[in-house]
């Protein structure tokens, strides 16, 4: 029997969304049929969402550059770097990637299904994991997940 991962929203934050060396690992050892790599319709959700606000960060700051540095537009090796990005066409061009990983079952995404929400809330109000003391309404999506992953086992 593989080894099951379930990835969660912060490691495709923190390894870039898809090209970090861990994720580029993990998605290796999954195409190669060495684990089963799964993350939930939650998790999907969440990845799509924290991608468009990078690059609407990220574009917002290139444009702050390409303001405060036109000086690089003098030399031709730059032409590539102020070339003009549309944020939805980057954004679609991911989802297009990480679907393709989806639909190779590279990654396998355990969809919605009907839960038992009343679980997820005696957490939240008894202050049991994923819930802590802090910001209890980010904790919402990975309770979720949680309860899913659980009926999907």
Do not use: C, W
Not at 16 to 25: E, R, S
Not at 57 to 65: G, H, I, Q, T
Not at 68 to 96: A, M
């Amino acid at each position: 029997m593989r080894d099951i991962i379930i990835l969660d929203t912060s490691i495709f934050i923190k390894e870039n969304f898809l090209h970090g060396n861990k994720i580029k690992g993990l998605l290796n050892l999954s195409k190669k049929g060495e684990i089963d790599l799964y993350i939930t319709e939650i998790t999907y959700q969440e990845i799509l969402a924290n991608f468009a606000k990078s690059i609407g960060l990220a574009l917002s700051e290139k444009r702050k550059f390409e303001k405060d540095h036109k000086v690089l537009r003098n030399n031709d090796s730059f032409d590539t770097f102020f070339s003009k990005f549309e944020k939805n066409e980057l954004i679609e061009s991911f989802k297009k990637e990480i679907d393709e990983l989806i639909n190779e079952s590279i990654i396998k995404k355990i969809p919605y299904t009907s839960l038992n929400i009343g679980n997820v809330f005696k957490k939240y109000f008894n202050t049991v994991p994923p819930f802590s003391n802090g910001s209890k309404k980010a904790e919402f999506p990975d309770a979720f997940s949680i309860e899913l992953i659980k009926k999907y086992f």
